[in-house]
T-cell receptor, first 117, second 109 residues
Framework: GAVVSQHPSRVICKSGTSVKIECRSLDFQATTMFWYRQFPKQSLMLMATSNEGSKATYEQGVEKDKFLINHASLTLSTLTVTSAHPEDSSFYIC?????????????FGDGTRLSIL | GQNIDQPTEMTATEGAIVQINCTYQTSGFNGLFWYQQHAGEAPTFLSYNVLDGLEEKGRFSSFLSRSKGYSYLLLKELQMKDSASYLCAAMDSNYQLIWGAGTKLIIKP
């Protein structure tokens, strides 16, 4: 069964709306979670690394004020796309790594397809 | 810098065998992962190699040569459902995954 739960799976909303996406590790503790974005027919692009209890680390070119990340517990990270615009429409995927198994696979959520009208 | 190279696209015939190659350069190395991603879905884990050699898992096998910075994913008895993108990712010394751009595999009847 799924070990990482991501919600919602799909969001359609108007331009200017803020959208929150949740990522939960179901049966392990994840001090580190990762947020990716994938445009159609393109590869995964790491946006940021979410660290439990501290600030997220953003990749170059990703606006931290635009993409707010909160990792308040060992099993939950949230990504909020603030004042979303059509160019933010994409497939957002989170992944989590077991705290006690750093060299083991990242487990991915099912992704969130965001469409901004 | 850190870099992963894999072919952009490959085509194979149903029932045949295909090998997807991946070369990597990372700061330190903690293993090589292969993921499968169907269109519109999140990646799913296929295999992990950290020691040299071949790991077999059903129809899929993965090989690693650390000295050459090289890995391949071998898919046997191809089925139409194997049409997907295959992502190679190397884990560096900080346990961060460095992702390849993915290889789109097209299976023809």
């Amino acid at each position: 069964g799924a070990v990482v739960s991501q919600h919602p799976s799909r969001v359609i909303c108007k331009s200017g709306t803020s959208v929150k996406i949740e990522c939960r590790s179901l049966d392990f503790q994840a001090t580190t979670m990762f947020w990716y974005r994938q445009f159609p027919k393109q590869s995964l692009m790491l946006m940021a690394t979410s660290n439990e209890g501290s600030k997220a680390t953003y990749e170059q070119g990703v606006e931290k004020d635009k993409f707010l990340i909160n990792h308040a517990s060992l099993t939950l990270s949230t990504l909020t796309v603030t004042s979303a615009h059509p160019e933010d429409s994409s497939f957002y995927i989170c992944s989590a790594r077991d705290f006690y198994r750093e060299n083991q696979p990242q487990h991915f959520g099912d992704g969130t397809r965001l469409s901004i009208l | 810098g850190q870099n992963i190279d894999q072919p952009t696209e490959m085509t194979a015939t149903e029932g045949a065998i295909v090998q997807i190659n991946c070369t990597y350069q990372t700061s330190g190395f903690n293993g090589l992962f292969w993921y499968q991603q169907h269109a519109g879905e999140a990646p799913t884990f296929l295999s992990y190699n950290v020691l040299d050699g071949l790991e077999e898992k059903g129809r899929f096998s993965s090989f690693l040569s650390r000295s050459k910075g090289y890995s391949y994913l071998l898919l046997k008895e191809l089925q139409m459902k194997d049409s997907a993108s295959y992502l190679c990712a190397a884990m560096d010394s900080n346990y961060q995954l460095i992702w390849g751009a993915g290889t789109k595999l097209i299976i023809k009847p």
